[in-house]
């Protein structure tokens, strides 16, 4: 970097609108202003030196605080479109199974949500571009923040006490007069100021008092925390750092955890209680009386297992790590994991019994019960009998715009329909039938799968009863960004607060070496109305010279402007 070289003697590296020395104004807009812009000392930023190479301009680019703006912008935009509906990860179909979640978007919210699927915004917050942008927002801040944070350290660490006239004249407070002993108004000046808590320097006839540096650092802090929050956000698309998965366990059944690998978990039961107005609970009475009924707690009664050390993948060779009730508010937490109780299903259809029965004589065949969570392919009843399920639709469409449709709409047996083939000795060739729950009296025969006809059998399934279970709606969570995204969000509130509430103030006061006149300068980042106070309270005791507000000259001048 080529230096310039101020009338001091200091160099500079180049780029600098003030010296870094003696604030003389090295540019000419530096030169032609009236009052300086003191936003970063006049120091040379990186981004207004180097424009040529491909490195800068990507510099540039992201050190625009204009770019910063529009990314976030972009990103609310983007937040905001993602909860026009709802992510893939909260509708009732398996998110993994692409074709099923592309046909729930188009099914429930037609044209619109095939596009919302289309374009990927049904998995937003996990997307790449998603990921990209917020990734783009963390190298815009970092690169904004170096931009300005280093070369502005820089000057206000080798700033000197005494400054060019030209300097002092070029500040926002601003008073030059003489008075009877300079020497000793900037000694008494000093005093004074130390009392209102400033950093008091004073050497070759000149002061410095400054108050509150470190607020100048605060948006810097708060960029620190933000980045820090970012972090955590990316992290969480990693393997292993952010969990946040659904389960619906049902009673007496086994799974392995979705997102914790290795580990297993079995519903030993599940338990509703309602508050009872006849007991302790009388308060409840009213609501009881509107709603019917009032849930007082439920719970899951689960074994937690995980696969012992050494064995195979999908062995049933497991470890009971322990029991446990899951509770509202309490959840099961083990390896960093919390499983909570969430929501419930009661009385889902567990089993199925079935008779085959002779339609002429009535007689039964035999009778054969369906497992509607792993239902079998073939149920023998002896003596060359057997029942076969072909298809089985666990919550069956039936007809869909007028047409029947063999399909099911969830995989959740609200509604089972199964397609049976019925083999006797009378019958080897086997007679097939489409059999609906909940119409009993409509027999559906079915020659060829998807080709419905009516045709007489000989045999029928005749349904006797149904077994029911209680299922738990858990959620699985694991966040070892939590406590990032908190020491983000702590630093960059300290930040916040740090540039709000504090304020950097300087004064600089000296005398003249050709006129002898004291010079009076004062400069804040905000609140000009407290620096003027305090300048204003030294005054009372000190022999200070008289000083205007520049800015509110400027006002005078624009206003007298107008009204020509």
């Not at 997102?259 to 009388?282: I, M, P, R």
Request: charged share 30%; aromatic share 10%; with cysteine.
């Amino acid at each position: 970097m080529s230096k310039i070289k101020c009338q001091c003697g200091h160099e500079n590296p180049e780029g600098t609108q003030l010296c870094e020395a003696c604030g003389r104004p090295l540019s000419e807009e530096a030169k032609k202003s009236d009052i300086v812009d003191m936003r970063y000392e006049g120091s040379a930023r990186r981004s207004k030196t180097y424009t040529t190479s491909i490195v800068d301009k990507v510099w540039n680019f992201f050190s625009s605080v204009t770019v910063g703006v529009w990314i976030i912008v972009i990103l609310l935009v983007t937040s905001a479109i993602g909860t026009l509906l709802p992510q893939r990860f909260n509708i009732d179909v398996p998110p993994n199974i692409e074709a099923q979640v592309a046909e729930y978007y188009e099914k429930h919210y037609g044209i619109f949500g095939k596009v919302y699927y289309t374009l990927g915004l049904d998995n937003m917050y996990s997307s790449w571009w998603f990921k990209i942008l917020v990734g783009m927002l963390g190298v815009s801040i970092i690169i904004a923040s170096v931009d300005r944070v280093v070369p502005l350290y820089k000057s206000l660490k080798r700033q000197r006490t005494r400054r060019h006239a030209s300097f002092m004249k070029r500040q926002r407070l601003f008073g030059a007069g003489p008075v009877d002993d300079p020497d000793e108004s900037i000694e008494q000046a000093g005093e004074a100021f130390k009392k209102l808590k400033y950093n008091v320097k004073i050497e070759n006839d000149a002061m410095l008092a400054e108050k509150n540096r470190f607020s100048r650092w605060g948006p810097y802090v708060n960029h620190t925390g933000l980045i820090i929050f970012l972090v955590g956000v990316l992290l969480r698309g990693l393997p292993g750092w952010y969990v946040d998965e659904a389960m619906w366990l049902r009673e007496g059944e086994r799974k392995s955890i979705p997102g914790a690998q290795g580990y297993y978990l079995e519903s030993k039961g599940f338990t509703l209680e309602n508050y009872d107005v006849e007991g302790e609970d009388k308060v409840f009475e009213d609501a009881i009386e509107r709603a019917g009924s009032v849930v007082k707690n439920y719970q899951t009664d689960v074994v937690l297992y995980k696969d012992k050390e050494g064995a195979l993948p999908g062995s049933e060779d497991l470890e009971k790590v322990k029991e446990y009730e899951i509770v509202v508010n309490k959840p099961l937490t083990f390896d960093g994991y919390s499983i909570f109780q969430m929501e419930y299903r009661l009385d889902e259809l567990s089993g199925m019994t079935f008779a085959l029965v002779n339609k002429g004589s009535t007689d039964s065949l035999g009778e054969f019960t369906i497992d509607l969570t792993a239902p079998e392919r073939k149920y023998e009843l002896g003596e060359g009998t057997y029942v076969q399920i072909l298809d089985y639709f666990p919550d069956f469409i039936g007809t869909r715009n007028g047409k029947m449709e063999l399909d099911t709409a969830t995989p959740v047996p609200n509604n089972p329909a199964f397609i049976f083939k019925l083999v006797t000795p009378e019958t080897p060739e086997g007679e097939t039938s489409l059999v609906e729950i909940g119409k009993p009296a409509l027999e559906i025969d079915v020659t060829d799968k998807g080709t419905l006809d009516i045709v007489e059998n000989d045999y029928q399934v005749k349904f006797l009863a149904a077994d029911t279970h209680d299922m738990s709606g858990l959620t699985i969570r694991k966040d070892k960004t939590l406590y990032l995204l908190l020491v983000g969000g702590i630093i960059f509130m300290i930040g916040v607060a740090q540039g709000s509430y504090w304020q950097h103030r300087r004064v600089w006061i000296q005398k003249d070496e050709k006129t002898g006149e004291l010079l009076l300068a004062g400069h804040t980042n905000k609140n000009w109305f407290s620096l003027r106070k305090d300048i204003d309270e030294v005054a009372e005791t000190v022999p200070l010279p008289s000083y205007e507000d520049r800015a509110d000259q400027e006002d005078k001048k624009e206003k007298k402007g107008d009204d020509n």
